[in-house]
């Protein structure tokens, strides 16, 4: 009888993705701010351009956060999570130390890309200056 063998592959499978929707919401909210510092990224020229480029690629963007990754190292990151319509953008205070506020955007762009894998979004905030310095960040 194959029946017990499909109810337990359905429930297993039922159980796992509640777990992974539970963590995802979780992580970012709850565990992640255990171990860095997350802050509003201040009014100022770099928020405004972040929500200009969030506006134009239609991404919901709804927080900016800025996390404190130089107490652990010096690498540079900048990442997007959230669900629906309550998105955030996380860009490490490395990646700000390092590089100008005309930088930044095309690196949050090419993250955006990498997550959309999309040309749209080249066409609006890339140049070759900005394209070269990306990869020289790493």
Same mark, same amino acid.
């Given at each position: 009888?194959?029946?017990?063998?499909?109810?337990?592959?359905?429930?297993l499978?039922?159980?796992?993705?509640?777990?992974?929707?539970?963590?995802? *919401?979780?992580?970012?909210?709850?565990?992640?701010?255990?171990?860095?510092?997350?802050?509003?990224? +201040?009014? #100022? /020229?770099?928020?405004? &351009?972040?929500? %200009?480029? %969030?506006?134009?690629?239609?991404? +919901?963007?709804?927080?900016?956060?800025v996390?404190? #990754?130089?107490?652990?190292?010096?690498?540079?990151? %900048?990442?997007?999570? #959230?669900?629906? &319509?309550?998105?955030?953008?996380?860009?490490?205070?490395?990646?700000i130390?390092?590089?100008?506020?005309? /930088?930044?955007? +095309?690196?949050?762009? &090419?993250?955006?890309?990498?997550?959309?894998?999309?040309?749209?979004?080249? &066409?609006?905030?890339?140049?070759?200056?900005?394209?070269?310095?990306?990869? *020289?960040?790493?």
């Amino acid at each position: 009888n194959k029946h017990p063998f499909y109810f337990l592959f359905w429930t297993l499978l039922f159980a796992e993705l509640n777990l992974t929707i539970i963590l995802l *919401q979780l992580y970012p909210n709850v565990i992640a701010p255990w171990f860095n510092k997350f802050t509003p990224v +201040p009014e #100022g /020229e770099l928020r405004d &351009k972040i929500f %200009a480029l %969030a506006q134009r690629v239609d991404f +919901p963007l709804t927080q900016l956060f800025v996390v404190d #990754g130089s107490t652990r190292s010096a690498h540079s990151n %900048a990442y997007f999570y #959230g669900f629906f &319509k309550n998105k955030r953008i996380v860009v490490y205070d490395t990646l700000i130390n390092q590089v100008s506020t005309d /930088e930044i955007i +095309p690196i949050i762009g &090419k993250v955006w890309q990498c997550l959309t894998n999309s040309l749209v979004v080249n &066409k609006y905030c890339f140049n070759s200056s900005a394209r070269t310095r990306t990869l *020289q960040v790493r």
